[in-house]
Every structure is written in C-alpha cells, then in structure tokens.
C-alpha cells in the first residue's frame, strides 16, 4: 500500500513521501544484493528495520539528536511498524562509516595497502580482528552506481566546512563505540556500520536514515567469533550468498529469491532484533499498532 501523498525519493528499500513541515519515511520489505533488487520481499523486514533504527535512536539520543518525531501519529495505519515521520534535513553528501573489525571492503584494502581510506593499520592483523580503536572511513553518496571510499578530507571537500567535518567524524566514532558497547552486553559484535547526519534549520548536526540496522552494519555472534577468517552475520549475507551461488551474474534483474531462503532470512532479521533489543518482535509491532 502506497499513502496518497507526494513521493520525493524512492531507493532500493526506502521511500520518503512529504508531509509538509516534516516526511513520512516508509521501509519496505524489498531486499537487493549487488545493487538489484529481488522481484519478493523478506516479510517483515520493513519492520525489523524500522524497529531497531527505534531502539538505537532512543538509546542514543543523549548523544546526538535524531530525525525522529513519531512512529504513530500522521502514520497511516497499513504502514504502521514499519514508517516514522521524521523532521525534515540538509542531509550531507557523506557516508559516515566506523570500523572496529578489520573486514569487507576494509579487510581487501588493508591486504593491499595495509591502510583503509588513508589511516595506516598496525602490520599483521588478521581478518576480523579488532582494530586498537574505532576508525572512520568515510564514502561517497552516490546517486547512481557504487558508493567510493575517501579519506577524512574528502569529507572536508565533500561537506565544504572543516570544522563540520570533524563534529560528523567525532560524533560517528562515539555513535559506534556506545553502540558497540551495549551489543558486546547482548552477545552481539557490531563491527562495523554507517550513519547519516543532515542539519536542521538551525544548523543543528542531527543523525536521520536509518541507525545500526542490519543493512547498515555488520553484526556477528560473540559466542562463535574467531579471527582469521569470515564470520557469521546477522545481516543480509544469508541471502547474498545464495545469490553469489545461484549462477546468476549479478545483472539486472535479479531473480526470485527461493521460499527456503526467504524464510531463513527473514528468521535472521528477527534474531537479529530480538537479540539486540532483548525484547520479542511482537513488542514492536504492539507499541506501533502494527498487524503481525
């Protein structure tokens, strides 16, 4: 169901609709590997997104205010769970991303340069270590295509304020250390993640999108975790790999995803909620006035 109100943006999983003084940002439960997104849904994972970007929001607010103002009021009531109307932003042109794992795009660099977006890394690390300390490595926002890494001053010349620059860098390392600090408590490493930070009319630094989702961080099980290889994730890794095995090319269109592995997927979302909030799904459909 799409609300009868102005769309302004519609990405791979996301659509903002205006509102007037603020706009309603609907997650869908569209899911995409290698920038294409699948023909069926991840049930629930709308919701699931929704519901944990929540529970971060709140548990981080006394560090930086948010986007949101409600998850129930001006929220139509077939998109209850998984839509919140949120204040309206000058988002800025930068992919906030923090490491504390060397991993991914990160680890790859790191083999080859022994840096990750211009910070050199101590000599030896093995993938999937722990890093002495949270880094920032920041990207482009691209509005096609793939997002590039850049340094800390490609955040500078991205944002064009210095002094703005490091408040976002500041900020996005004492999001993910709070944050990684609570998950450790549940069972759960973050290792990584991004955020996106706009300013309101008051020039006020605000963090908006969506906050420490599996789409936007890297989760793994603390009791398995074990360095020099790969680990297990609470993301969409799942079905990224049966889409790397399924013979397809990674073109568009992407294809069907099998029964079974949207049914483990969407297992693995949920897990994923309930772990790190502590709390039943059901919860957060009940708060929201949502159907299950």
């Not at 949270?134 to 944002?159: C, M, N, Q, R, W």
């Not at 020039?203 to 793994?220: A, H, K």
């Not at 099980?221 to 890794?237: C, I, L, T």
Request: proline residues 7%.
């Amino acid at each position: 169901m799409e609300p009868d109100l102005p769309l302004i943006a519609r990405g791979k999983v996301r659509e903002l609709y205006d509102l007037g003084d603020a706009l309603l940002m609907v997650a869908s439960d569209r899911i995409s590997t290698y920038d294409a997104v699948h023909p069926n849904p991840i049930p629930g994972k709308g919701a699931v997104l929704t519901g944990l970007s929540a529970y971060w929001f709140e548990q981080t607010a006394d560090l930086v205010p948010n986007h949101v103002i409600s998850y129930t009021e001006r929220v139509p009531d077939a998109l209850r769970g998984r839509a919140v109307v949120v204040r309206k932003l000058e988002m800025l042109p930068v992919e906030c991303v923090v490491r504390g794992y060397i991993t991914g795009s990160g680890w790859s660099d790191y083999k080859k340069t022994g840096t990750v977006s211009g910070i050199e890394l101590p000599a030896g690390l093995q993938e999937s270590e722990q890093l002495p300390e949270p880094i920032y490595t920041p990207s482009t926002k691209a509005t096609e295509g793939h997002d590039l890494p850049i340094d800390f001053e490609g955040t500078v010349e991205a944002i064009g304020d210095r002094d703005l620059a490091e408040r976002v860098r500041t900020a996005s390392i004492e999001l993910y250390s709070a944050a990684a600090k609570m998950a450790r408590e549940r069972g759960v490493i973050l290792a990584d993640t991004k955020f996106e930070f706009g300013l309101d009319a008051d020039g006020t630094l605000i963090i908006g999108d969506e906050v420490l989702t599996p789409d936007s961080s890297r989760y793994w099980p603390a009791d398995v975790y074990e360095v020099g290889h790969g680990q297990p994730s609470f993301d969409k890794q799942y079905v990224r790999d049966w889409a790397a095995g399924s013979g397809w090319d990674k073109a568009p269109p992407a294809p069907a995803i099998p029964d079974d592995i949207v049914a483990g997927t969407r297992a693995r979302y949920i897990e994923a909620y309930e772990t790190i909030t502590g709390q039943p799904f059901s919860a957060w459909l009940e708060r929201t006035g949502a159907s299950a």
